[in-house]
């Protein structure tokens, strides 16, 4: 995944990001991290085209993430499953493979089965949202921002709103995603899963990019900032 | 001693199967039935039900016009209610403050008195004479922001973030309200919008002081011709609750079987 940032600001009522730079290529997977407040959640946003930059310019994969075509091109999972309440876990699939992409009902049927039989919820597709547990819900979302076959995968602290339990249930199913070959890009605050999963680890401060690097970074951090936040974690 | 507290240990101790609950609800009715009983039998003129039985036509088309009545009641006010939703959301100050006063001046109306002055006031001023008309307009106007406040709510009830995904995934105007929003929101309506049924079919007993001839009206007339207030006033009773009672089990069952 090539990653092009230059000079990226972005403000609400106060500004959140500070006129960021940052040049990548190469990496499968790119974890980001840092208190909450430092912009990480923002940055996520605006690479995956949810939200448009104040100033300056983000291309991914040499695509300007503001166009229609990129943002139909890329998978986002939120911090909660966000699936449809009134359709099972095939059919939250299912409805959008046919309606938004065109595809015929059998094949968008085998391609939900996939996906869900990816992680693991073979036998949980004909199931509403709630009745199932809070981990298959949110693992069903992933194979929902599978489905679209996106070039990269956006997770927003994924797995924040899920007890450890259920955490580790869908950070394992995620990491058995590699073997797709998508490529990801997420923001969490399991440092373990930071640590395996990321091939590259950014760290945001004050809505800068305050350290980045291998996950070796977060062993040996170089700035106090990076230190004092790996020395907090629990 | 030993058994009890083992008893006491079980996890699921207070819960208790099918067969114990029916036993709960069969001992409620005894109760009740008891009661019935006994104010029937205080009377002091023998209970008969075959007194009233000449009148059971008149009594059977009373229950139909009260049926009638709280249709054209709940599909007027529906209509009426998504109406004024409209205008509560729309981007016109003047409209949003129109049905917030409107409101307001109804939550604080009795019924009886919106009757009463649709029938006697309002209509006249309109140059109309039907007071059964204006009666059941004034049901209508009566439940509206009723209804708006259901359809308020329910529409609410799709959350921001399911917008957010609707985005994502590049749904148009026409496939978010027909796959997504009405599905959603004529599950969580239903429920309160019968309930709202059940309000209208006992406000309707209220019409009665038009002289519309409905279940309450037609019951009461034969009281007074026969002098059987126990029986009448009993069998009208009997009668709201055989619509109302399996009108307010459905309403759970549905909400059992479509609640998100």
């Known amino acids: 995944m090539k990653i092009d940032i230059q000079n990226l600001s972005h403000s609400y009522d106060i500004q959140v990001l500070h006129d960021l730079n940052l040049n990548l290529e190469s990496y499968k997977s790119i974890g980001i991290i840092g208190v909450s407040g430092s912009g990480k959640s923002t940055m996520l946003r605006i690479m995956s085209g949810l939200e448009s930059p104040t100033s300056g310019t983000v291309r991914i994969n040499d695509s300007d993430v503001t166009s229609e075509e990129y943002r139909r091109s890329v998978g986002f999972v939120f911090q909660s499953h966000n699936l449809f309440p009134h359709l099972t876990l095939e059919k939250n699939i299912t409805l959008i493979l046919e309606k938004t992409r065109g595809m015929g009902k059998k094949e968008a049927q085998e391609q939900a089965c996939k996906y869900l039989e990816l992680l693991h919820l073979g036998d949980q597709v004909h199931k509403l949202p709630k009745n199932v547990s809070g981990g298959q819900a949110q693992r069903a979302s992933i194979a929902r921002a599978l489905s679209i076959d996106p070039q990269v995968i956006f997770l927003d602290e994924p797995t924040s709103a899920l007890d450890p339990v259920l955490t580790y249930e869908v950070l394992s199913a995620v990491k058995e995603l590699r073997s797709t070959g998508k490529a990801f890009v997420f923001v969490s605050h399991v440092m373990s899963f930071v640590r395996s999963f990321a091939e590259y680890v950014i760290f945001m401060h004050d809505g800068r990019i305050g350290e980045m690097g291998p996950p070796s970074i977060l062993d040996n951090p170089s700035t106090p900032e990076l230190r004092d936040f790996m020395e907090k974690e629990p | ?260």
């Open chain 2, 1 to 260: 001693m030993g058994q009890i507290s083992q008893e006491l240990l079980k996890p699921d101790r207070g819960r208790r199967g099918p067969s114990a609950t029916a036993v709960s609800y069969l001992l409620v009715l005894a109760v009740f039935g008891a009661l019935a009983w006994f104010v029937v039998a205080r009377q002091n003129r023998p209970f008969d039900m075959s007194t009233i039985a000449p009148y059971a036509l008149n009594i059977a088309e009373g229950l139909g016009l009260t049926i009638r009545a709280s249709v054209i009641a709940l599909v007027g006010s529906t209509v009426l209610g998504f109406v004024f939703y409209l205008l509560s959301s729309s981007s016109s100050k003047f409209c949003r403050a129109f049905t917030d006063v409107f409101t307001e001046i109804i939550y604080g109306t009795p019924l009886l008195v919106m009757i009463m002055l649709m029938a006697f006031v309002i209509g006249p001023a309109f140059g109309t004479t039907s007071r059964q008309f204006m009666g059941q307009l004034g049901l209508v106007i009566y439940m509206t922001p009723y209804m708006t406040n259901i359809f308020k709510s329910a529409i609410s009830s799709v959350g921001q973030e399911q917008y957010m995904v609707m985005d994502l995934f590049g749904f148009t105007p026409f496939q978010r309200y027909r796959y997504i929003i009405i599905p959603q929101v004529i599950r969580i309506l239903m429920p309160p919008l019968m309930n709202n049924f059940s309000l209208i079919i006992k406000g309707s007993a209220l019409l009665n002081v038009l002289s519309y001839r409905d279940l309450f009206y037609e019951i009461a007339l034969m009281t007074n011709n026969t002098f059987r207030f126990v029986e009448g006033f009993l069998l009208m009773w009997g009668l709201y609750l055989l619509i109302t009672i399996p009108l307010s089990q459905l309403t759970k069952w549905i909400d059992r079987k479509w609640g998100l």
